[in-house]
């Protein structure tokens, strides 16, 4: 799909493809930052803006013609799966997602519906809006939660600090967390060809905390559901980045789901992760996102740093550790992109 695109950065550095510069785009970057974001924000809920595809194409827009990314990204949840598989799901403000029904038990698990893409065709109705309005110009990014931050969500009723009922099932009934995660799973793969098959020009898996997990945790609960998944995505032409809080530490094992791009944190040195990966699996990140708090002239520095760390490496995505914080003041994150978009090799 990328030879039809204006700029096509971002798939050319996600197949570790030469680029002029890095392209760049940030998570969170339709969000609430913006004041027009709140403008639209003020009048619906956050879920009748995810399932509402006008509104969602609005908002995934509004970095696409305020800031001059070099991607959009699709405006959704991580959590329409868990919705749509059974979940009741709300948001509230001040506290964000809440499960009105968590799932704890056997019988809770076996509730959980995997027959649901109809309940999430919302979403590739909202892709065939934004791709009608993005027109070619830059690449449109559809994207997942990954089946262990899913199952946190459901297991903990919510956000959870310390992830303690999840890690009880997890290591009290391995076999009950099992079960669902791989109903997340079957459920995730149909949901990202689905996007894909509705004309996505990339993807990208979140596994939001995974860095909650040990290694051994990691591997048997997260990692083996991400391969799975990536093993049956119509990968053709797409670029899949896998993106997880820890990648600085679990990015030789995300490797072996043979992802294109692997989405680091800030904590670690970008350039020794992309040396200690296979040739041609490309990096994205990994800014700290609190230097977007800071001066401009502290900006330019950092992002410079970086790229001057980065240069002679093919498979470089700009992108922070993580994503825009609410109250980053809008002029900075524009400050920031104009930064990288002035840069060349």
């Not at 908002?59 to 990314?69: F, H, Q, S, Y």
């Not at 959590?79 to 038990?105: H, I, K, W, Y």
């Not at 401009?296 to 994503?323: D, S, T, W, Y």
Request: a negative charge.
């Amino acid at each position: 799909m990328s030879t039809t695109l204006q700029n096509d950065l971002l798939i050319r550095a996600a197949f570790s493809q030469q680029t002029e510069r890095p392209p760049v785009w940030m998570m969170r970057q339709a969000g609430r930052f913006m004041k027009e974001y709140w403008d639209i924000k003020n009048k619906y809920s956050f879920l009748e803006m995810c399932k509402t595809p006008e509104i969602a194409a609005d908002v995934t827009m509004l970095p696409v013609d305020l800031l001059g990314i070099d991607a959009a990204i699709l405006f959704s949840d991580i959590l329409v799966t868990a919705e749509a598989m059974g979940g009741d799901l709300s948001f509230e403000q001040g506290v964000g997602p809440r499960f009105a029904n968590p799932v704890r038990s056997v019988k809770d698990a076996e509730a959980l519906s995997i027959d649901c893409l109809d309940r999430l065709q919302y979403v590739a109705d909202a892709i065939k809006v934004i791709q009608q309005r993005l027109d070619g110009r830059i690449p449109l990014i559809g994207f997942a939660g990954a089946p262990f931050t899913i199952l946190s969500y459901l297991v903990e009723g919510g956000s959870s600090k310390d992830f303690k009922l999840t890690k009880l099932m997890l290591n009290n009934q391995p076999e009950l967390a099992h079960l669902i995660l791989q109903k997340i799973a079957d459920v995730t793969v149909d949901y990202l060809n689905m996007q894909i098959a509705a004309g996505v020009n990339a993807i990208q898996l979140f596994d939001s905390w995974a860095l909650a997990l040990s290694w051994n945790d990691y591997r048997d609960f997260s990692h083996a559901y991400n391969k799975q998944i990536l093993s049956k995505l119509n990968r053709k032409d797409i670029p899949v980045i896998s993106f997880c809080k820890g990648s600085s530490v679990f990015a030789p094992m995300m490797v072996e789901a043979q992802p294109d791009v692997v989405s680091i944190d800030w904590n670690a040195d970008l350039k020794n992760v992309k040396q200690s990966l296979p040739q041609g699996i490309a990096v994205q990140g990994n800014l700290d996102p609190f230097v977007l708090y800071a001066d401009k002239p502290v900006i330019k520095k950092k992002i410079i740093e970086l790229f001057e760390r980065m240069r002679g490496e093919n498979g470089f995505i700009f992108n922070l550790g993580h994503g825009i914080m609410p109250d980053i003041p809008f002029d900075h994150v524009k400050y920031a992109i104009e930064v990288v978009k002035e840069f060349r090799y």
